[in-house]
């Protein structure tokens, strides 16, 4: 399985440009027009984009170099308060699995159960909370970020 390594994510105009490459792939990074956090942009502004791009760095990307652009992600992922949300969140995805008994986690990924599908829209609604919650921590950042500018 491959991973995503993004090096810039610009917003334009006309949208949201990943330069990326895959970690299988000899080719060098090209930029290009990601459609999906384009519509999320459009529709739920930075707020929306921050939690997605987080999400992608949690399932299958991850950030390489050092352009600016990727600072605020680093600063929202990689400090030990977002490792206590994550933890505090699988802990509680963890937990709820557990409560099953062992038909309904077999169940899980092959022909669910009921109990097995609630688990899993539970999954995805722990996992929604815990990817927004990190992604505040880019407004936090750009915070920070002003406000060093506006002390020199």
Do not use: F
Not at 10 to 31: I, L
Not at 60 to 74: D, I, N, V, W
């Amino acid at each position: 399985m491959s991973t995503e390594l993004i090096n810039r994510i610009t917003v334009k105009k006309d949208g949201v440009y990943v330069s990326s490459h895959s970690s299988n792939d000899t080719s060098p990074y090209h930029s290009w027009r990601c459609r999906g956090l384009s519509e999320i942009y459009a529709a739920e502004g930075q707020k929306g984009l921050d939690r997605e791009v987080i999400r992608m760095l949690y399932e299958y990307a991850e950030l390489r170099g050092s352009h600016k652009s990727l600072e605020r992600y680093r600063y929202a992922k990689d400090t030990p308060a977002a490792r206590a949300v994550y933890q505090k969140y699988m802990d509680n995805i963890d937990d709820r699995y557990g409560q099953m008994d062992e038909a309904d986690q077999k169940s899980v990924w092959y022909k669910p159960t009921e109990k097995a599908k609630e688990y899993r829209a539970y999954e995805r609604d722990m996992r929604e909370k815990m990817y927004s919650e990190i992604a505040e921590r880019c407004g936090e950042y750009d915070r920070k970020q002003k406000n060093k500018d506006l002390e020199r």
